[in-house]
């Protein structure tokens, strides 16, 4: 499976951004996405992710009410919209995808696929 990110940027606190994360390779309805994302010399930190076939989302704390994940089979896409962006925010994200029935969304190591990363900055 591979993963593209994209959509990262530059916003002003308060802005928002859309990230999208394109799927190739496999099958996308079965397709568990996260996203983290990664601050230089810090772990990765989850930040979202939608389970096979939508099922079920999940989001950190640290996004709830301001980040929407979704994902369009129409395109083998997800996106993670992100509302009220705040300095906080700034990290290189990451998508990354399993097939795997029983992966743990919230464990950056049960992932198999990743892409690569979309840098998005916020200024304060």
């Known amino acids: 499976v591979q993963l593209q990110a994209s959509g990262g940027g530059y916003v002003h606190s308060g802005g928002s951004l859309t990230l999208s994360c394109a799927t190739s390779?496999?099958?996308?309805?079965?397709?568990?996405v996260g996203w983290f994302r990664q601050v230089s010399g810090k772990e990765q930190q989850f930040v979202a992710a939608?389970?096979?076939?939508?099922?079920?989302?999940y989001y950190a704390e640290s996004v709830k009410g301001r980040f929407t994940i979704s994902r369009d089979s129409a395109k083998n896409t997800v996106y993670l919209q992100m509302n009220n962006l705040s300095p906080e925010d700034t990290a290189v994200y990451y998508c990354?995808?399993?097939?795997?029935?029983?992966?743990?969304?919230?464990?950056?190591?049960?992932?198999?696929?990743w892409g690569q990363g979309t840098l998005v900055t916020v200024s304060s």
């Open positions: 939608t389970t096979r076939y939508g099922l079920q989302t």
């Open positions: 990354t995808g399993d097939q795997t029935r029983t992966v743990n969304p919230l464990e950056r190591h049960e992932y198999d696929f």
């Open positions: 390779g496999g099958e996308f309805t079965t397709l568990t």
